[in-house]
């Protein structure tokens, strides 16, 4: 099985998969005009407006869930093995595709919005959705539904699970077992609760957290604050190949620097959409760019924190290609969130353990919520009619099962099997918002045009010739309508 998993990593992370990143990124980034450099303004304006309606939920909800997928284990252990194996260069090239990748975030996001559909009172959209409606390709947005229908509840949830598992294990000595129930006991009660749960917990307990952990990272930034020109020409020699130590990885500091980065901040895998097609607003560009927000809160803030606080304190090993180490500062702490654990241990001891384990804990049930949000919303896709609750039920079922089983077996496999599911995605989704860029980019102009007259943008698709965008064409209107009638009465 192991064999099998690793040669399908091998297939979707190649080189040409990296490539392909950074070059969707890079030709988003120059077709959009930088608007990731653009509109930063408009980007955390919108963020904080808007309300949440029957149907949808607020900007900022939509958001906290994206975020929720977004903030997780990625950030804490993903970043320490991106060190690991890649060494501190990175960290560079983890910031390089969230910066390119804030523009493929707002491609999709706002794809998503155009063709979000209402069903049984609730908004819902995504890839499968604009895949259908936009490019017509009803079998591919099948084959996208059922390989995130696969991602998101049995392959990367169990990531997340052993993440947690493992550090409350490390930090208090509680079985993953133990913490593998607890953690299906707490999910399913939000879980069956439905979106507006999901969006209710994630709009708290994402900020309260990311803010708390950013916070400690300063802290310990401030405690070795002599060392901050030391780690910032690491991190950029280690990137070009120019540092002596690890002249020799560059190749492996740009595929684990995107790799970790795109599994940490989602831009283009085709995540992020499902949140921003249940945000109530009045033009698909806002939501995109709120999105394109999410991805410089992910890795540019909390990913950064995890790396400043491991290159500061030098709790890293770097892993030599060809065996061995070519650093080693930490003996015996595999690579992960241990490295996290050690180097806040280092400046605050009796700590650091306890502190990752709840950060861990609650980034990563956050981001098992948000992943069965995203697979609630392609089985709403595949499976319409009488059949759709018990689809429902099933999966909520599958999900909670992943996760426990994620808690107690090996975090190589756990993470080898998200890998796999990731780059199903990358690869789906990536192909599709490449052929339905032109219409995103009219809607972004269209945008721009309506601010340009001091109006707040409102979308018409039949003025910019988008055909099957229905929800906008045939009920945005009446549901505007009926929520201002019940604000007046």
């Not at 020699?237 to 560059?250: E, K, L, N």
């Not at 995109?288 to 809160?297: A, E, K, T």
């Not at 030599?320 to 806040?344: C, D, H, K, L, R």
């Not at 809607?443 to 229905?470: R, S, T």
Request: hydrophobic fraction near 50%; charge should be neutral.
């Amino acid at each position: 099985m192991e064999q099998i998993v690793n040669w399908l990593n091998d297939v979707l992370w190649s080189t040409p998969m990296i490539i392909f990143c950074l070059g969707v990124g890079l030709l988003f980034s120059i077709l959009t005009r930088f608007l990731q450099v653009r509109h930063l303004k408009d980007m955390v304006k919108l963020t904080f407006s808007g309300k949440s309606s029957s149907a949808g939920i607020s900007s900022f909800q939509a958001l906290a869930i994206a975020l929720s997928g977004r903030v997780g284990t990625g950030n804490i252990a993903g970043t320490a093995t991106a060190i690991a194996f890649g060494g501190p260069g990175a960290v560079f090239w983890m910031w390089t595709i969230a910066f390119i990748g804030a523009s493929s975030a707002f491609i999709e996001s706002t794809l998503a919005q155009m063709y979000k559909e209402k069903q049984n009172g609730q908004y819902r959209g995504g890839p499968a959705y604009y895949i259908e409606k936009g490019i017509g390709w009803k079998w591919y947005a099948v084959i996208f539904s059922v390989a995130t229908i696969l991602a998101m509840s049995l392959l990367m949830p169990g990531i997340q699970a052993n993440s947690i598992a493992v550090a409350v294990e490390n930090a208090f000595s509680v079985s993953t077992s133990v913490t593998g129930l607890i953690l299906i006991v707490v999910i399913g009660i939000i879980i069956f609760g439905g979106v507006k749960r999901i969006a209710s917990v994630a709009q708290y307990v994402v900020p309260f957290m990311a803010v708390a952990y950013i916070l400690l990272s300063l802290i310990i930034v401030l405690v070795n604050i002599t060392g901050l020109p030391a780690v910032i020409g690491l991190i950029f020699s280690s990137a070009f190949g120019a540092d002596a130590a690890f002249g020799g990885i560059i190749g492996l500091a740009i595929s684990w620097g995107v790799k970790r980065g795109i599994y940490s901040n989602e831009a283009g895998q085709g995540t992020g959409p499902h949140a921003a097609a249940a945000a109530e607003v009045s033009h698909p560009a806002k939501q995109g760019l709120v999105q394109s927000f999410s991805v410089y809160i992910d890795t540019l803030l909390v990913c950064s924190a995890t790396a400043f606080m491991i290159l500061f304190t030098g709790m890293y090993n770097v892993e030599s290609p060809s065996g061995g180490f070519i650093v080693n500062y930490i003996s015996e702490i595999p690579a992960g969130a241990g490295y996290t654990q050690a180097a806040i241990e280092s400046v605050l001891p009796g700590f650091g353990a306890s502190f990752v384990a709840v950060a861990l804990f609650f980034f990563a049930f956050t981001t098992i919520m948000a992943y069965y949000y995203m697979a609630e919303t392609n089985i709403a896709y595949l499976i319409r009619g009488k059949f759709n609750k018990l689809g429902m039920f099933l999966l909520k079922v599958v999900l909670l099962l992943a996760v426990f089983f994620g808690a107690v077996r090996e975090a190589d496999l756990a993470w080898a099997f998200g890998d796999v599911g990731l780059g199903l995605m990358v690869w789906l989704n990536l192909i599709a918002i490449l052929i339905l860029a032109k219409p995103a980019l009219r809607v972004l102009k269209d945008y721009e045009a309506q601010k340009k007259q001091g109006i707040d943008p409102v979308f018409d698709p039949k003025k910019l010739n988008i055909k099957n965008a229905d929800y906008w064409e045939h009920e945005y209107k009446e549901d505007q309508k009926e929520n201002n009638d019940k604000l007046s009465s």
